[in-house]
Structure formats: C-alpha cells, structure tokens
C-alpha cells in the first residue's frame, strides 16, 4: 500500500523507517557518529556528484535524523522535511535561508514571543523590514501585502497564546494574488487536527519539542515543505549549524508513534476542560477554538479535525490572585511548554513577559489576568477537580 493512502496513524508508526527483517531491530537505532568514511576516493567523488547518495558528516545529516525527518514529511504531506535542534532555530534559519536586506515580511500580531523578538531585533539590523497584522484582519493584511510587497507572511495557526485560528484558504488566495510565500507554524495543531500543506501553504513549520516529541523530553524543530525549499533552508543549515542530535531524533520516533492517540485524548480533554471553565463564575473567558464563543469557531470546525490540548482562559481578579490560583493547583507543573504527557500551567504575564510591567505586557495582548494551561493525558475528570479546588483560592 502506498504511503498516500496509509492513515495517519498507520504513518506515524511504520513512516520513514525500513520494514524489518528477521532478526532485524523494529525500531531505527541511533547512529551515534559524526562522520561518515568512504571506501574509497571514487566513492566520495560519486556522491559529491549526485551518483550514490550516503551520509558525509554529522552536520549535513545522520540516519535516525533523515528517519524522523520522512516520518513527519509523511505525517504532513510534504515533499521533505528538515530537522532542527529547537524550534527556534528552524525559525530563524529558515528566515536568514529566505530574506535579503530590503526585504519586508509580515507577522501576525498574535505569535510567538521569541519569533516577535528575532523579526523585531536581528533582522530589522539585517535591514529586513517587520510588519504586523492581526490574525483576522485580512483586509488589513492584503494592504499590507499591496503597499510593501514582503517576501513572506509568517503565522502560527492556532497562534500562541490565545488560539486564534486563520483561514489558511483565504490566507493563501490573498498570498498567492501577491506572489508571497506563506510559513504556518502549526505546532499547536499538530498534522492530526491540521495539514496546512493541503490548503496550499508552502512551508509548515513546527516545534517538535511539544507535541511531535510528546514527553517533556527533548529539544527539536522541523520545516516542511516542498523539495526546492526544504533544499535550500538546509543549505543554509549547513552553514549554521543548527542540526539535531541523533539521540533526540531517536526519541522523537519513539514520541512520534503515538501521536494520533495522544492528540485524539488531548482534543478530548481539552474541549471537556473548555467547557467547564467556561460555565465557571471565576472565569471571565475562555480561549478555545471548540467552544462557539470563539471568535474562529467556524474557520476552525472547518478546518481542523480537533481543537488540540491548549485551553488559554482569563480569571476573575489581579496578577497576584491569580498566582495563587496557578500555585495551588497540584496536577499540572508551573512551566513554560505544552504537548507532553504531562499537564503544564502558567501566567504569560510572567512566565514569558516577567521583565515588562502590565501597561508593556498590554501592549502586546498579554493581560495580567491570562492563564496558559497546557493539558497532558491525565484523566480529565481529575484536571477539572484540581482546578476547583484552585480556583477557589482565588479570593
């Protein structure tokens, strides 16, 4: 059977890695070596034109890598896919391998913190100019797209931290009027709930640290998309350096096999979850692409095969309150991540913005009264008892 007509599910088990034989290992083993000799001089000339295709050193590429890598371009639908040692360096190496002094690139206003950060700092001092759009305003951004003619429109799709959710059809008809590239980083959809490619979108990029990799226990960032542009992001991978080590993509083959069941339980809880703090007093709004009172929900149900594992909901009272409510909850960790196992609860406001004050933090959308919960595979049931005793501490 053809690796088209495989279900997800049946891809993220058996993609990108060899049928074993007798007495073979079912699982990819980790090649733990940085380089790679040839038997002979007409050896390492046949590859260096193209004849025979091997490995050479560490930093162009290692098997477990290139396993995880089919594995996930399967999972997306991709012609390729490149791995990175976080999600920020598949970021920032995909935008240096991209952009060219002079050019302008436009972001949704609602992203991720360290993306904002690097756009703002080191490529404005590159001389690329940095624009930004809300995620809904598709007016403003085909003006955005007319007056300054980027290079390249960058959005997460549900975006961090409030789960906003683009119209990626709408989107890529307004890219493509304008010849823009557009970049989804669906790390919070995850290719079960959502296949950016499919909408034609031209590079999908995710942190494989969270939900890809599944257990709080590694470090990776992967780009997906056609041959010719995954070509040249590892081009400029080579140059550096920010490749990932065998042992993660080891790990993330072992995390990538159960993704379909982990995703399918968290959608589950996360909408559960949802909907109860959404009926509860002390909550003030809820920010969930599965509830109807999300400003996206029917972009979303349209789009998306599930609603993923991240509930973002404001509270009834100030920055101090609501650090009592995040300490007294005893099930999910205080910690800045998501996708794991385990459950993962935080205050924006001070997890990632601490160095700013509340008028600065409002600035950029973050309200002191905002919490991030990041929902693992505890039993639901169980959560939502944690969070009502929480809660009530509250004042």
């Known amino acids: 059977m053809s690796e088209q007509k495989k279900k997800l599910a049946t891809l993220a088990v058996h993609a990108g890695e060899e049928a074993p034989n007798s007495g073979a290992a079912v699982t990819t083993p980790i090649y733990a070596t940085s380089t790679y000799i040839f038997a002979n001089t007409k050896e390492l000339c046949d590859h260096h034109e193209g004849v025979a295709h091997r490995m050479e050193y560490g930093r162009y590429g290692n098997p477990t890598q290139i396993a995880a890598e089919k594995k996930i371009a399967a999972l997306e639908g991709a012609e390729d896919a490149l791995l990175f040692s976080s999600g920020m360096a598949a970021v920032t190496t995909t935008l240096l391998a991209m952009l060219s002094q002079g050019n302008d690139i436009v972001l949704t206003s609602d992203c991720y913190r360290k993306t904002r950060q690097f756009s703002n700092t080191m490529l404005r001092k590159f001389g690329v100019n940095v624009h ?8 403003g951004m085909e003006k955005l797209f007319e007056e300054k003619k980027p290079r390249l429109l960058i959005s997460e799709s549900p975006t961090n931290p409030y789960l906003n959710v683009l119209d990626l059809e709408r989107v890529v008809a307004i890219a493509k009027k304008h010849r823009i590239k557009v970049l989804i980083d669906s790390t919070f959809a995850t290719p079960v709930n959502q296949r950016p490619l499919e909408f034609g979108v031209d590079l999908v ?10 257990h709080n226990d590694l470090l990776a960032g992967v780009i997906c998309g056609s041959e010719a542009l995954v070509g040249a992001i590892r081009d400029c991978q080579s ?6 080590d065998a042992h993660a993509a080891y790990l993330l083959i ?3 096999k159960t993704l379909s069941l982990r995703v399918q339980q968290q959608n589950a809880s996360g909408q559960r979850i949802a909907e109860w703090l959404e009926s509860h007093p002390k909550v003030t709004r809820v920010h969930y692409p599965g509830l109807k009172s999300h400003p996206h929900h029917e972009v979303a149900a349209a789009q998306m095969k599930g609603f993923g594992g991240v509930v973002s909901f404001e509270l009834d009272g100030k920055l101090e309150q609501i650090s009592k409510f995040i300490d007294a909850c005893e099930i999910p960790g205080i910690g800045p991540s998501l996708g794991g196992a385990e459950s993962l609860i935080e205050q924006p406001s001070l997890m990632s913005f601490y160095e700013l004050s509340s008028e600065e933090r409002l600035a950029v959308g973050i309200k002191d009264t905002l919490v991030r919960f990041s929902i693992g595979l505890e039993d639901p049931e169980d959560l939502i008892a944690d969070l009502e005793q929480a809660l ?4």
Do not use: C, N, Q, W
């Open 239 to 244: 140059m550096l350096g920010g490749i990932l």
């Open 205 to 214: 990029m995710h942190s494989a640290t969270k939900y890809l990799g599944g």
């Open 132 to 139: 930004f759009v809300a995620p809904d305003d598709y007016e």
């Open 392 to 395: 009530t501490k509250l004042g």
């Open 254 to 256: 072992r995390g990538l």
